[in-house]
């Protein structure tokens, strides 16, 4: 099972819809989690991270099930500079005090006018 | 500010040359991560550097890749003999503090070993 498991899309929605991507993990100890931005032929470069109590910015809505060991991302009002791709990423612990980040292999949206 | 610097940007090489990949973190960040991305296998961790220190090298593929980081400004990822499924996009990132903290990344390297 990999560590970070995400759909890879793509998700063709049109302007104006909403979509959620998914995200499950599977170190139960794993204490940081994060959705990262791509854009095509870019760097990564952080979304948010996400907290246990669910966090919104703008848009955008992070929600995380430690139970179910699952993470989400709630976009709403889509525009056409939300295409991209979206990496889970989730912190794994080493076995001492140090953590290491751990990358989905990322979902794919477009945003269709 | 300056992000993380890296350079080149692209470079196309034969296979069984010697590849050197650079990198200038943010200063003041004390974590400097590789990272090398394909389609196969997404972005993958290949080793980062804790004050200048490798911290974990568990990801590095084989002993023809090798790094170093003999200063807080500047790092290395040094491929030797390169190969052509060494082809890939070799990303750069700093981070602050601690390997759970934000980590930003550099514009990437997009090798390509004929």
């Known amino acids: 099972r990999k560590e970070v498991e995400q759909d890879p899309g793509p998700f063709n929605v049109p302007e104006g819809a909403t979509v959620a991507f998914n995200c499950t993990y599977s170190?139960?100890?794993?204490?940081?989690f994060f959705w990262y931005r791509q854009d095509c032929r870019k760097e990564p470069k952080l979304l948010m991270s996400?907290?246990?109590s669910g966090n919104e910015d703008g848009r955008f809505t992070a929600q995380l099930n430690r139970a179910s060991q699952y993470i989400s991302l709630l976009i709403r009002d889509s525009k056409l500079s939300d295409s991209a791709t979206y990496l889970c990423?989730?912190?794994?612990?080493?076995?001492?005090?140090?953590?290491?980040?751990?990358f989905g292999s990322g979902t794919r949206l477009l945003v269709r006018p | 500010d300056a992000g993380v610097i890296q350079s080149p940007r692209h470079e196309v090489t034969e296979m069984g040359q010697e590849v050197t990949l650079r990198c200038k973190p943010i200063?003041?960040?004390?974590?400097l991560f590789w990272y090398r991305q394909t389609m196969m296998r997404g972005l993958e961790l290949l080793i980062y550097?804790?004050?200048?220190?490798?911290?974990?090298d568990s990801g590095m593929p084989e002993d023809r890749f090798s790094a170093k980081m003999p200063n807080a400004s500047f790092s290395t990822l040094k491929i030797q003999p390169s190969e052509p499924r060494d082809s890939a996009v070799y990303f750069c990132?700093?981070?602050?503090?601690?390997?759970?903290?934000?980590?930003?990344f550099g514009p990437g390297t997009r090798l390509t070993v004929l």
């Open positions: 990132a700093s981070s602050p503090s601690g390997g759970s903290d934000t980590q930003y």
């Open positions: 170190n139960s100890a794993s204490q940081s």
């Open positions: 996400v907290y246990s």
């Open positions: 990423v989730v912190n794994m612990h080493l076995g001492d005090s140090s953590y290491k980040l751990i």
């Open positions: 200063s003041g960040h004390d974590y």
């Open positions: 550097f804790n004050n200048n220190v490798p911290i974990d």
